[in-house]
């Protein structure tokens, strides 16, 4: 039963893939499974070969470079606390280099300024620099250029 051979073939790649993640090992593994498939309509020897190689050949040349391409590209959305910074803020509370309270996307948060000597009244409104923690990092708006 050939068809075992290439089932056999596509785990061995797919285990390697596993340990490498160079995403090709892993698109061989779905060419042997091609190659196993013809193998299972009865498809010969040459005809298997011819699969894997025109499966393998079309996953490495095309679906290799369109998928490292898009996974160098950052996500075109921050999520989380990340999303936050570069927003408004209003202070409620003055803010200092050690405390202070915004109001930030309908939350309350701690803040503190950005510069040690920044001193922001309650009503400003400032840009939130930087998140630590649960505390945003904000310097006034009026002194931004």
């Known amino acids: 039963m050939p068809w075992i051979v290439w089932l056999l073939i596509a785990m061995a790649l797919g285990a390697v893939e596993f340990f490498t993640l160079t995403f ?5 593994a779905g060419a042997a499974l091609v190659a196993g498939v013809v193998a299972g ?3 010969g020897w040459l005809l298997q070969i011819a699969a894997f190689a025109v499966a393998g050949a079309a996953g490495l040349l095309i679906v290799r470079p369109v998928a490292r391409q898009h996974m160098s590209h950052p996500p075109l959305t921050s999520e989380g606390s990340d999303a936050l910074v570069g927003k408004k803020a209003v202070v409620l509370e003055e803010v200092t280099a050690q405390r202070g309270l915004i109001k930030l996307s309908g939350e309350t948060w701690s803040a503190r300024a950005l510069d040690d000597d920044h001193v922001i ?10 998140i630590e923690g649960a505390t945003a990092i904000v310097y006034p708006r009026e002194l931004l250029p």
């Open 41 to 43: 309509v009865g498809g």
């Open 121 to 130: 009244p309650a009503g400003a409104v400032v840009d939130v620099m930087e």
């Open 24 to 28: 090709a090992f892993g698109l061989l």
